[in-house]
């Protein structure tokens, strides 16, 4: 897998603009998954390589790293492990959230 490289440098405004994004997503993912370490990663590494290709847009953010997250449980369920105790098993996302964010890429 080739390395990323990011600038890791962003000003105080994007920075908060990204926290926001990365809260906004992890709060409305669900259900949890049980490695919730590597689940967090992948959608802060999103949110990084969005705004490392010139996106700003708060909501945009939120949907990519949703996105992430839903195409790599997608692709292998096991990955992340199963559902984390006591997640919401109601809500789920839709599969088409991450067609919708790669689309906008």
Do not use: C
């Not at 000003?11 to 992890?26: N, Q």
């Not at 559902?83 to 890429?105: F, I, K, L, T, W």
């Amino acid at each position: 897998m080739p390395a990323r490289i990011y600038s890791g440098v962003y000003g105080p405004e994007l920075v908060e603009t990204m926290g926001r994004a990365f809260d906004r997503a992890w709060a409305d993912f669900m259900p949890k998954p049980a490695n919730l370490g590597l689940a967090r990663s992948l959608m802060a590494t999103a949110i990084i390589e969005a705004v490392e290709l010139g996106t700003r847009d708060h909501e945009n953010l939120v949907r990519r790293a949703i996105a992430a997250l839903s195409t790599t449980i997608e692709a292998d369920p096991e990955a992340l492990g199963q559902v984390a105790p006591g997640a919401d098993h109601g809500r789920r996302n839709r599969p088409d959230a991450a067609r919708q964010a790669q689309r906008e890429q």
